[in-house]
């Protein structure tokens, strides 16, 4: 009956998970799959959760189903972090939101709302992006193509590559951005540059699809959403993405949110609608216990700002390894210039090791790493930084 079935050679960052539990070396590292552990290599429950927790524990309520578009507070909360609290946006009612299972829920509901209604339309990548953002819109139909982004040269942005390229496409294809904290590279847009970018896109006509799963982690929970507060002050209409699963340590919960910023209210009402049939399609309604978590942390004003407070450490801890990394491989590997680790941002660094230098460190180190070259910035702590620098050092000699 399925002989005809394809073979699965397994996904390059979920499966790495699987190779590396299975590893017996102690002295295993794994910077591969983005996820932030603490200084002591733990996987954080965060204090404003596990507060929330306890009281959702002590109250043995019933588990009801939620509705498609998921929990009003939570919705409310996505928009606040997103657009600001004094959004105009948000405040006119142009804004439809609706909570999802993940970020990657909130693609593939993005996803099949624009196949549906934009059928002819081409989707652009980031060269690279993350992996599945490819593989969500091709699962949608679409063709996806990509747009010039990170340099291996000067390991930046190649700028203008990317904005003459943005310059060339016909209305309506759908432009794919990270407006913080690039996955993979690390390498975002600067202000000045974001500001060219949409303009791009609204002169254009392009529609933009920001995908934002690490908002608080590159410069700060505000700072990390200038893409999106610009794209709503220049009129644009766009897709947000968004994730709690690393800001709020909640991988397991599958708790995302897809925003869609429309021209009037009329026109949000029916997007909405669209999207809550899309959910009801897919997936019926989103999980009740992590929406539950978010949508109190959030809407506590005592958690909310404790929130902020746990994100920011988690934040600067990262700046901290990638201080500290430059600093002993400066020391290990002289003559090279490593400063690059410090000008990217969020989980993620390009380190520019090639596949086979990936597999040494794996074979030779214990030491996991996307084969991209992809490293989890958020793995590293003060216990495991010198061995990795080690590593690195022996492998790029
Ligand atoms: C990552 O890029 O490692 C994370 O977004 C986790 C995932 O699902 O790939």
């Known amino acids: 009956m399925f ?26 590292v794994n910077l591969g799959i983005g996820v932030y552990y603490t200084d002591e290599g733990k996987l954080p429950l965060l204090d404003c959760v596990k507060t929330v927790e306890d009281e959702i524990a002590a109250a043995h309520t019933p588990r009801a189903y939620l509705p498609m578009e998921g929990l009003a507070g939570y919705r409310k909360a996505c928009q606040n972090l997103l657009f600001g609290e004094n959004s105009e946006a948000v405040a006119a009612g142009r804004v439809a939101t609706i909570q999802t299972l993940g970020g990657s829920g909130a693609l593939k509901v993005g996803a099949d709302f624009l196949r549906k209604y934009f059928p002819k339309a ?62 993979p590279t690390g390498v975002d847009l600067s202000p000045a540059q974001w500001d060219e970018v949409l303009d791009i896109i609204k002169n254009r006509k392009l529609i933009a699809f920001m995908d934002i799963a690490y908002q608080g982690l590159g410069d700060g929970l505000e700072q990390d959403a200038y893409a999106i507060r610009r794209a709503e002050e220049i009129g644009l209409s766009f897709f947000v993405s968004n994730s709690f699963s690393k800001n709020l340590s ?140 080690n590593a690195f050092a022996e492998v790029l000699r």
Not at 3 to 28: C, M, W
Not at 122 to 143: M, Q, R
Not at 149 to 159: M, P
């Open 250 to 389: 909640l991988y397991g919960e599958r708790v995302g949110g897809l925003s869609a910023v429309c021209p009037d209210k009329e026109q949000a009402e029916l997007v909405y609608g669209q999207l809550k049939f899309t959910v009801r399609r897919i997936y019926s309604s989103p999980p009740s216990h992590g929406g539950n978590v978010v949508d109190k942390v959030m809407n506590t004003p005592e958690l909310y700002k404790q929130w902020t407070q746990e994100v920011e450490s988690m934040r600067q801890r990262i700046a901290l390894m990638r201080t500290q990394l430059v600093a002993v491989l400066n020391e290990k590997v002289p003559g090279r210039d490593f400063s690059y680790f410090t000008k990217q941002r969020g989980m993620f660094s390009f380190t520019g090791l090639n596949p086979e230098q990936v597999d040494r460190l794996r074979n030779e180190f214990a030491v996991y790493l996307v084969k991209s070259g992809r490293m989890c910035v958020a793995g590293l702590n003060s216990k495991n930084i010198d061995y990795i620098a």
């Open 122 to 183: 081409k989707v652009y990548v980031s060269d690279p992006t993350w992996g599945n953002h490819i593989g969500i819109f091709e699962g949608a139909g679409f063709e996806v193509c990509a747009y010039p982004y990170y340099s291996k040269n000067h390991g930046g942005v190649r700028f203008e590559k990317m904005t003459e390229f943005l310059k060339g496409l016909p209305e309506h294809d759908i432009v794919l951005l990270h407006p913080c904290c690039h996955n």
């Open 3 to 28: 002989k005809h079935v394809d073979y699965y050679a397994g996904d390059p960052i979920l499966s790495l998970v699987e190779t590396f539990k299975q590893d017996e070396r102690p002295n295993k």
